[in-house]
């Protein structure tokens, strides 16, 4: 039933404006069609939504007599009193969004509930009620909303042109849609449909009838729980990443939200898998206990806060870099990055995808959503475990399977650089200087950061002169070279002598990798800033590292060994791939046998 909340209750709303643009009025309805439990959301909008958005739901309708209460301030059916604050299931609960709409445009309702005969429409015109009548109508509601701003001219300054409201609007609804994949959303703008989901469920379906079929080819799934949170998803392997954060979409407890935090924490789980200036593309949906996180901060919603910030952040780390680790994340080559003549035998994306997605196998157990009120009801009846939280609707699947080095059958080396590889369903090429690169780099660290340092003495101390201005600062760098496990002490004459070198290295990695430091520290770089530092490591092991060697077969096996003891062996401390991979069916493709 709606009521306007008690005084009390409605002061302890984050208050503030709702309505600055018509993505926010879109978002608004959008969340009431779902909280009324709607399977099928049509959405229209025309001129960037400044003249007309029309939202329609087969929800649950609004009664014949609770219409014209639905738009007064702080009216809502789905709280009551403060402490139902403290656990919310629904999208909307502050009750202002129907006043705050009416108040700045021409509004029209038309709503039937299951139960009624008959079914009501209201016009209102800047929050006056102008008819309320009866209408045959089917079940579930409408609202048309025109003219935004007609009444306060001095805001529809504010908005963008047409095609800028139009793009947001579609990058909202596709939001919206992806979390929902058991809601069949619609989105027609003019007389044209922008997508269509299914809503049979399937995420990875969603996806992609919203974005392509480009994007779904490389997607990883993400499937974790641990406490009480669970995670599920998918995520770009690192070599589809993306120049922005566009694609990078959240959703917890069936809510799209924006979150640093877990932004952050997905930058993590990519770090040195991707290069400076590239995103990885996600599509995460987390079921937290209502309890863990707060959305009553912002009038949107948008931003929650986390009871435990950290907490969130290293099960989101965890689960995504466990996914990280399989076969589908070692950067693969496709038919349709090979140049394949003639054209016409290249290759369609929907094969790509279908190639991917080896089998698409249903995730076990198949699971129900919270998002929609409807499932939330279902939910909170049967009073289940927070365990068995889902984080959105059954997903299908691309079969993905780990990685394991022990599989690898090494066939040699191509052009004396790159180490030829196999096992059952896949071909590799290793780049020995990535790979190396990338062991060199995480021995370092280790070294770095444990007490113990393991170094061998150098019969012949290496010297190097350095300029006045690097023995000027000296007690900002000396101890961290010392960490990493070098004996160095100065010598005199702007000369340093090293009498011991880090263990792991040799003679000629230990010079260039302390001559490539050196020649940065000219610069005076700020070393209490651990990014910097780290910039300088990672530089300074690339000069360390020398390609293009021929290895013996015994060298290669030992790089292969110590690659498989990397935390990250896929790529190298820049974000280069060490491996590459093509699947036997590419290959196949390439030969015309398939
Ligand atoms: P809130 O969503 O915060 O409760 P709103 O102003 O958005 O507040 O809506 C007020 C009330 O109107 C809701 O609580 C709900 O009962 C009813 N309502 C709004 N839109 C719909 C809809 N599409 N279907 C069914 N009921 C709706
Ligand atoms: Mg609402």
Known sequence: MIKVLDKHVADKIAAGEVIDRPVSIIKELVENSLDAGAGTITVEIRNGGKSYIRVTDNGCGIAGEEVEIAFRRHATSKITVAEDLNAIHTLGFRGEALASICAVARVELVTKTLDAKAGRRVVL???????????????????????????????????????????????????????????????????????????????????????????GKDLIPVEDSLNGFVIKGFVSSPSSSSPSRSKQIFCINGRVVSSDILEKALDEAYREKLFHGRFPIAFLFLALPPEKLDVNVHPTKREIRFDDPYEISDFVIRSVKSALTVKEAVPHITTENVNTKPVKLFVAPEQGVQETIVKSIPVEPPVSGTPSNYNVKKTLSSKRESENLSAGPEITKPLVRPFDFENLTILGALFNTYIVAYDEDSFYLIDQHAAHERVFYERLLEQYNSKEKLRQTLIIPLNFNVSKEVVSFESEWIDRIRSIGYDIDFFGNNTYLVREIPAFMDIDEAEAFLKDMFSTLEDKPDLTNTGILEKIITRSCKSAVKGGDSLSKNERDALMKDLKNCVNPFSCPHGRPTFIRMTRHEIEKLFKRV
């Open 125 to 215: 015109e800047g929050s006056n009620i102008i008819e309320n009548s009866t209408i045959g109508c089917p079940d579930g509601t409408t609202i048309t909303v025109r003219d935004l701003f007609y009444n306060v001219p001095a805001r529809s300054k504010f908005m963008a042109s047409d095609s800028a409201e139009t793009r947001r609007i579609i990058d909202m609804v596709s939001r919206i849609a992806l979390s929902y994949p058991d809601v069949k959303f619609t989105l027609i703008n003019g007389n044209s449909t922008v997508f269509a989901t299914a809503g049979k469920g399937n995420i990875l379906n969603s996806i992609i009838s919203i974005f392509g079929a480009d994007i």
